[in-house]
């Protein structure tokens, strides 16, 4: 057993199955060990200093200070805190820089459950199939308040926020079966709301991913349809009563209040659920909400249509 699967036995830390679990104990060793010793010093040099009081008689004795060794001293915490500081914002950039071969699952969080869509059309409720040793990437929101996607055995949690998206993205390193958990409080039944992380072998995840069928971006081209969205958006390139969706996914959009944005998954999501707070220069604002009218695998249908028109 090596020394940092020792201290995740002392403090009862879950497996360690993704790709940022190991470095996230490491550093959490490496700070538990450093407050530690200085701990310990610190009731050290207390237990001389009470003895040295108790054994003198006569006034006690005047210390003078040394700018030396407070230099040093000083120097060496700083040191130290800068070090913690370098390891912990690469682990954090690595963390927040998906590769660009993951594969996007979208998530959508509501009261009080997790649903999973992939961009094939699979959609899943509470369960999140992934392969292992391939990242993958999720697109997150939710419909009704704040939650937060927490996986322990990933050493992973971002927040699920309700009118916008956020992003978390994994490798994991082992097949197996690992809890999800909401770690915001979001009503009674909030410490219900649980899921897991089905992690299968490569070769599993193919065969499972055979057993769902479904075109996303022909189930996004329906979609679109039904939900009225052609209406105003065309798909040659004409301009409508909106941009057209024709080479939108991903291109850069310059909004009636100059600022620049890429049109990528987040905004084109917020530009469902709260059309209005990012309106395209040119167009005028308007278009009614999709809050709560579609579904996450809806959603992620649509995206997967837009993609394929860029
Ligand atoms: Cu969702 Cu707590």
């Not at 040099?45 to 003895?51: A, F, P």
């Not at 057993?211 to 409508?240: N, T």
Request: aromatic fraction near 10%; charge should be neutral; proline fraction near 6%.
């Amino acid at each position: 057993m090596s020394l940092l699967d020792l201290f995740r036995r002392l403090v009862g830390l879950p497996t360690s199955a993704s790709n940022v679990s190991d470095q996230v104990d490491g550093l959490d060793f490496a700070l538990s060990l450093a407050t530690a010793a200085v701990g310990l010093a610190l009731i050290v040099y207390t237990i001389v200093l009470v003895r040295c009081g108790i054994r003198s008689s006569g006034p006690p004795p005047r210390l003078e200070g040394s700018r030396r060794s407070e230099l040093g001293l000083a120097g060496a915490v700083t040191l130290i805190f800068v070090l913690f500081w370098v390891v912990g914002f690469s682990q954090y950039s690595e963390m927040t820089s998906p590769p660009a071969d993951a594969e996007t699952v979208y998530v959508e969080a509501k009261q009080w459950m997790w649903k999973f869509a992939y961009a094939d059309g699979r959609a899943a409720n509470d369960v999140l199939t992934v392969p292992a040793g391939r990242p993958v990437k999720l697109v997150m929101s939710s419909r009704d308040v704040i939650h937060s996607f927490f996986v322990p055995a990933f050493r992973l949690k971002q927040d699920v926020v309700p009118g916008r998206t956020t992003t978390l993205w994994f490798n994991a390193t082992k097949p197996g079966r690992y809890p999800i958990w909401c770690a915001e409080y979001c009503g009674v039944s909030h410490s219900a709301m649980l899921g897991t992380v089905e992690v299968l072998s490569p070769a599993d995840y193919e065969v499972w991913k055979t057993q769902d069928h479904g075109d996303g971006a022909l189930r996004g081209q329906e979609i679109a349809h039904r939900r009225g969205c052609v209406a105003c958006h065309s798909v040659d390139g004409r301009p409508s009563v909106g941009p057209t969706f024709r080479h939108l996914y991903g291109a850069e959009r310059t909004l009636v209040d100059g600022r620049r944005v890429i049109a990528d998954e987040a905004y084109l999501v917020r530009a469902m659920v709260e059309p209005n707070a990012e309106v395209v220069a040119g167009y005028p604002a308007g278009m009614p909400t999709y809050q709560g009218l579609l579904d996450p695998a809806e959603t992620g249908a649509l995206l997967e249509f837009l993609r394929g028109l860029r």
